[in-house]
């Protein structure tokens, strides 16, 4: 087979250094690929008024998978400020393009991955019995349904009288904000649809099988969010019944599971929720494991073949003007070792995995993240890893 094409997609402020520092960790490790650039980002909005230019939509339609590193958003009026004097009198309106390609491509199965690397000063630890101290080993996948749900977009301020007749048929809205006068009511809708429910409780399950996981946990609200979470774990129970009956089916409340979370979490296998709760519960997770310099995701459209691999983090701004890039790019890297398993380049992730597992184990080298210090300019003067020293130390033991 000819080599692979990427789109690699830096975007903004350390989206770039941590991208390109994978790429050579994904050069060092074998991994044989073309890369194109994709355009994304900040700069596109202010110089073309677009942030997720056409030309980098029909890339990823071409080669269908692509890194991203991260974007700047920022509020309505920043973002008018910033374009360019001859874009101000189109009327365009900022979105956010990493919602817009997911949105485009139909990116409906996000999954995060929490694994606990030993060493990793930044590991959650627990007291134990007789005041003892025990650091959980947390692997942990998050399913979240990325589409759909309380970020789907479909809502309103003072709706209009369609929608407002429409919620005053029920019961309850007309008892609990019948009296509230239309304009001072905001709604924010939650819709959940059968297939693409179906799609992130299937990819769940047959995640839980192909890695040996024992449970899959529907964290959602069931008892409250009755129509919506209780269609999810009804249908979790019929696809576990009828497909999946040597994995443990388990629910829980997203509240009680953040509770939980510090409790027990080597317990869990995977996770899989809604959009809000999925997102909720992957943050959460990634904090035990180090938080963002290790959170890693994928986001994927099964049907299409399509698939985009990223950091769980923004794009630090007021780092990306350091002489120096401070930040830890083992989410990046981890996010690139989930592609080579979603392109079954087994081997090469595995290699690349066991690299960065031994540099942290190790514990020479460490980014400012995981010596505790805040990130400032300084931080490499007081011995902390750059990213370039980090992907060195990982390609040095590749
Ligand atoms: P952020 O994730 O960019 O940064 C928050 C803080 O986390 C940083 O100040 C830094 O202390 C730490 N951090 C982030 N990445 C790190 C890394 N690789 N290693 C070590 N430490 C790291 O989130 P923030 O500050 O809320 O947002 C900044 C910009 O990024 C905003 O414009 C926001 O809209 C955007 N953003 C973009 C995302 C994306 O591209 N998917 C996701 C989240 C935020
Ligand atoms: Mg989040």
Known sequence: MGKRTIVAM????????VLDETIRVLDAAGFEANYVEGDIGWEFWCKEGNPLPQRTIDLIAEHKIALFGAITSKPKDEAFNELAPELKEKGLVYSSPIVGLRQHFGLDICARPCKTYKGNPLNFIRRGPNNTIEEPEVDAVIFRQNTEGLYGGVEWSNPPDQVYD???????????????????????????????????????????????????????????????????????????????PE???????????????????????????GNMFGDIVSDGFAGLIGGLGFACSAQMNPEKGIAVFEPTHGSAPKYADYPVSIVNPIAMIESACMMLDYIEENEIAAKIRKAVAEVVEEGKVRTYDMMKMSGRADVVDNGAASTKTMADAIIAKL
């Open 10 to 17: 830096p975007g903004d402020g350390i989206g770039k250094p």
């Open 166 to 244: 429409a919620l005053m048929t029920h019961p309850k809205f007309k008892k609990n904000f019948g009296e509230t006068p239309k304009e001072e009511i905001s709604v924010s809708t939650r819709i959940f649809t059968k297939k693409y429910t179906e799609r992130i409780l299937r990819a769940a399950f047959e995640h839980a099988k192909k890695y040996g996981y024992k449970n899959v946990t529907v964290c959602e609200k069931q008892n409250v969010i009755r129509e919506t979470s209780g269609m999810m774990y009804k249908m979790a129970q019929q696809i576990q019944k009828a497909d999946f």
């Open 247 to 273: 994995i443990e089916l388990w629910n829980t409340n997203i509240d009680a599971q953040m509770m939980w979370l510090t409790k027990n979490p080597e317990i869990y296998g995977v996770i899989v929720a």
